[in-house]
């Protein structure tokens, strides 16, 4: 089962690291993912 990491670009590379070797994928939500809205977290889940 794959597993969505939202972040922000302020911890991207951090959150990459901590997934490498994992089904995961990583997105990039904007600058500071705290700012992630359901509406945004409900897209990313359909894969948009």
Sequence with gaps: MRVVLPTGTIAEKVVRRAAAGFDADVVV????????????????????
Aim: positive net charge; aromatic residues 4%.
């Design 29 to 48: 939500t904007g600058k500071v993912a705290s700012f992630l809205t359901p509406e945004k977290l409900i897209s990313i889940a359909r894969g948009g």
